[in-house]
Protein backbone atom coordinates (compact mmCIF):
# COMPACT_ATOMS: atom_id res chain seq x y z
CA UNK A 1 0.00 0.00 0.00
CA UNK A 2 0.98 3.64 -0.52
CA UNK A 3 1.09 6.85 1.60
CA UNK A 4 -1.13 9.52 0.83
CA UNK A 5 0.31 11.86 3.37
CA UNK A 6 -2.18 11.96 5.47
CA UNK A 7 -0.65 9.88 8.10
CA UNK A 8 2.87 10.58 7.11
CA UNK A 9 4.48 6.92 8.79
CA UNK A 10 1.34 5.19 7.88
CA UNK A 11 1.86 1.46 6.11
CA UNK A 12 0.38 -1.41 4.98
CA UNK A 13 0.43 -4.72 2.96
CA UNK A 14 -2.16 -6.71 0.94
CA UNK A 15 -1.66 -10.13 -0.25
CA UNK A 16 -4.31 -11.69 -2.49
CA UNK A 17 -4.63 -15.31 -2.75
CA UNK A 18 -7.37 -17.16 -5.32
CA UNK A 19 -7.08 -21.03 -5.71
CA UNK A 20 -9.76 -22.59 -7.90
CA UNK A 21 -9.87 -26.68 -8.61
CA UNK A 22 -12.85 -28.84 -9.58
CA UNK A 23 -14.16 -28.70 -6.28
CA UNK A 24 -12.47 -25.80 -4.37
CA UNK A 25 -12.99 -22.59 -4.54
CA UNK A 26 -10.77 -20.59 -1.94
CA UNK A 27 -9.99 -17.05 -1.46
CA UNK A 28 -8.65 -15.02 0.94
CA UNK A 29 -7.20 -11.28 1.47
CA UNK A 30 -4.47 -10.33 3.99
CA UNK A 31 -4.52 -6.84 5.11
CA UNK A 32 -1.96 -5.78 7.07
CA UNK A 33 -1.34 -2.10 8.59
CA UNK A 34 0.87 -0.64 11.15
CA UNK A 35 1.94 2.72 11.96
CA UNK A 36 -1.58 4.52 11.89
CA UNK A 37 -2.99 6.22 14.75
CA UNK A 38 -3.53 4.05 17.69
CA UNK A 39 -6.55 3.31 18.87
CA UNK A 40 -8.32 4.76 16.45
CA UNK A 41 -11.22 3.73 14.09
CA UNK A 42 -10.44 3.47 10.15
CA UNK A 43 -12.61 2.36 7.14
CA UNK A 44 -11.16 -0.27 4.50
CA UNK A 45 -12.99 0.49 1.06
CA UNK A 46 -12.95 -0.83 -2.15
CA UNK A 47 -13.26 -0.11 -5.76
CA UNK A 48 -14.41 -2.71 -8.34
CA UNK A 49 -14.58 -3.29 -11.62
CA UNK A 50 -15.36 0.21 -13.34
CA UNK A 51 -17.04 1.69 -10.23
CA UNK A 52 -15.96 5.21 -9.33
CA UNK A 53 -17.58 5.29 -6.25
CA UNK A 54 -16.22 3.09 -3.28
CA UNK A 55 -17.86 0.82 -1.14
CA UNK A 56 -17.55 0.51 2.61
CA UNK A 57 -15.74 -3.28 3.09
CA UNK A 58 -15.02 -3.15 6.93
CA UNK A 59 -14.69 -0.55 9.96
CA UNK A 60 -11.99 -1.52 12.09
CA UNK A 61 -9.72 -0.03 15.22
CA UNK A 62 -6.57 0.13 15.62
CA UNK A 63 -4.83 -1.48 18.38
CA UNK A 64 -2.79 0.95 21.24
CA UNK A 65 0.24 0.60 18.93
CA UNK A 66 -1.78 1.59 15.71
CA UNK A 67 -1.39 -1.43 14.32
CA UNK A 68 -4.02 -3.64 12.42
CA UNK A 69 -4.12 -7.16 10.82
CA UNK A 70 -6.89 -9.16 9.21
CA UNK A 71 -7.60 -12.25 6.57
CA UNK A 72 -10.75 -12.57 5.47
CA UNK A 73 -11.41 -16.06 3.72
CA UNK A 74 -14.46 -17.42 2.23
CA UNK A 75 -13.98 -20.21 4.15
CA UNK A 76 -13.18 -20.23 7.51
CA UNK A 77 -13.07 -18.63 11.47
CA UNK A 78 -13.07 -15.46 9.59
CA UNK A 79 -16.03 -13.45 7.80
CA UNK A 80 -15.73 -12.81 4.02
CA UNK A 81 -17.46 -10.00 3.36
CA UNK A 82 -19.85 -10.66 0.48
CA UNK A 83 -18.83 -7.48 -1.19
CA UNK A 84 -15.41 -9.02 -1.66
CA UNK A 85 -16.55 -12.00 -3.68
CA UNK A 86 -14.51 -12.42 -6.03
CA UNK A 87 -11.41 -10.75 -4.86
CA UNK A 88 -10.41 -10.73 -8.42
CA UNK A 89 -13.15 -8.33 -9.07
CA UNK A 90 -11.17 -5.39 -6.42
CA UNK A 91 -9.35 -2.71 -8.87
CA UNK A 92 -8.32 -0.74 -5.69
CA UNK A 93 -8.24 -0.28 -1.87
CA UNK A 94 -8.04 2.23 0.32
CA UNK A 95 -7.71 3.34 4.37
CA UNK A 96 -9.96 5.91 5.54
CA UNK A 97 -9.75 8.03 7.96
CA UNK A 98 -12.92 9.41 10.36
CA UNK A 99 -12.34 12.69 8.59
CA UNK A 100 -12.72 10.78 5.75
CA UNK A 101 -9.39 11.33 4.12
CA UNK A 102 -7.62 8.49 2.18
CA UNK A 103 -4.25 7.18 4.24
CA UNK A 104 -3.80 4.74 2.68
CA UNK A 105 -4.02 3.02 -0.92
CA UNK A 106 -3.12 -0.30 -3.35
CA UNK A 107 -4.25 -0.33 -6.70
CA UNK A 108 -4.58 -4.61 -7.31
CA UNK A 109 -4.35 -4.20 -11.14
CA UNK A 110 -0.83 -2.70 -11.07
CA UNK A 111 1.80 -4.05 -9.20
CA UNK A 112 1.95 -1.65 -6.26
CA UNK A 113 0.86 -4.18 -4.28
Do not use: W
Not at 19 to 37: F, I, N, Y
Not at 79 to 106: C, H, K, M, W, Y
Amino acid sequence: MRGTGVEPRARGRIQELVKCSDSVDEQSLLVALTRLLPETTYELTAFFGADTESTTVAEFTTSRLGSFRTTYHKSGDHSFPADLDPISNIRELEVVDGNNQVVLTANLIEADR
